[in-house]
């Protein structure tokens, strides 16, 4: 069994920043790639930042230059910096990880429960 938990969401004035987590436990063998992505009221679900085990990393233009993906590979953990802030960045953010778990051939998509972002005066 594979959990995905986010953390660091909450209320934000525009200009700011938080911090999300993306902590993953259970039977890992191997995360090959982490992301986050984020969910609008009334939008489709949106890629806002990937990072690959290799640490190669790609971003949506909206975020380009103010958030900051990274992983912890030993500790299967995963974080979003996120600086300066938008309304528009308000959303779900949910973490998504490809990895394989023990004992199991391949690769699986797994997904967090997401953890809401708020930006507002």
């Known amino acids: 069994q594979v959990q995905l938990v986010e953390s660091g969401g909450g209320l934000v004035q525009p200009g700011g920043s938080l911090r999300l987590s993306c902590a993953a436990s259970?039977?890992?063998?191997?995360?090959?790639?982490m992301g986050w992505y984020r969910q609008a009221p009334g939008k489709q679900r949106e890629l806002v930042a990937h990072?690959?085990?290799?640490?190669?990393?790609k971003y949506a233009d909206s975020v380009k230059g103010r958030f900051t993906i990274s992983r912890d590979n030993a500790k299967n953990t995963g974080h979003l910096q996120m600086n300066s802030l938008k309304p528009e960045d308000t959303a779900v953010y949910y973490c998504?990880?490809?990895?394989?778990?023990?004992?199991?051939?391949?690769?699986?998509?797994?997904w967090g429960q997401g953890t809401q972002v708020t930006v507002s005066s």
């Open positions: 998504n990880a490809d990895l394989q778990s023990i004992g199991i051939l391949g690769m699986r998509a797994y």
């Open positions: 259970g039977s890992i063998f191997s995360i090959y790639a």
């Open positions: 990072i690959t085990i290799g640490g190669s990393t």
